[in-house]
T-cell receptor
Framework: DQQVKQNSPSLSVQEGRISILNCDYT??????FLWYKKYPAEGPTFLIS?????DKNEDGRFTVFLNKSAKHLSLHIVPSQPGDSAVYFC????????FGQGTILTVHP | SAVISQKPSRDICQRGTSLTIQCQVD?????MFWYRQQPGQSLTLIAT?????????ESGFVIDKFPISRPNLTFSTLTVSNMSPEDSSIYLC?????????FGQGTRLTVV
């Protein structure tokens, strides 16, 4: 039973446009949500997080939105840049981290 | 922050053999975590390695298949034993939790 799901394996976006990556979860006990970014041949690195008591957290070009009633999380990147091309993992925390499958983002110049 | 060195970065192994993956951290940490990412799947926690005690395994993972060593506060190894093609995955070590989690670059294992 996959508690955290990223249903889009890949996303392609034009440079300068908005990238929206989505994540759904099933466990209402998750208290903290995170996004990680992974380049090829590197480990994931932390990008941005949000507590379950908030519905939005912004850090520069990156904004994470949390809709608890829908058990849905999204990451917005605007404007998207070619250097944002990577695999993005969402993760949820309840004692330990549970990850989604990842979404490959490609930003075209 | 923490710098994690993991090796080997990749390997191709024969079925039935074992591979030991090493993880070195540049600072002392209490817990180290081992993850697996099978093709098309999510990062899945295998076990938590504490120095001076046996590792704690997640559901679906057993010590006989994935023995772990933690001889000191900066080093750990994960062995994938008696490998089969289903063990072909990326294996990652990690330290810290949540926003403070840092990962090694991963070991891409292919079992033939």
């Amino acid at each position: 039973d996959q508690q955290v799901k990223q249903n889009s394996p890949s996303l392609s976006v034009q440079e300068g446009r908005i990238s929206i990556l989505n994540c759904d979860y099933t466990n209402s006990m998750f208290d903290y949500f995170l996004w990680y970014k992974k380049y090829p041949a590197e480990g994931p690195t932390f990008l941005i997080s949000i507590s379950s008591i908030k519905d939005k957290n912004e850090d520069g070009r990156f904004t994470v939105f949390l809709n608890k009633s829908a058990k849905h999380l999204s990451l917005h990147i605007v404007p998207s840049q070619p250097g944002d091309s990577a695999v993005y993992f969402c993760a949820a925390n309840y004692g330990k981290l549970t990850f989604g499958q990842g979404t490959i983002l490609t930003v075209h110049p | 922050s923490a710098v994690i060195s993991q090796k080997p970065s990749r390997d191709i192994c024969q079925r039935g053999t074992s591979l030991t993956i090493q993880c070195q951290v540049d600072s002392q940490v209490t817990m180290m975590f081992w993850y697996r990412q099978q093709p098309g799947q999510s990062l899945t926690l295998i076990a938590t390695a504490n120095q001076g005690s046996e590792a704690t395994y997640e559901s679906g993972f057993v010590i006989d298949k994935f023995p772990i060593s933690r001889p000191n506060l900066t080093f750990s190894t994960l062995t994938v034993s008696n490998m089969s093609p289903e063990d072909s995955s990326i294996y990652l070590c990690s330290v810290g939790e949540g926003a403070g989690a840092f990962f090694g670059q991963g070991t891409r294992l292919t079992v033939v």
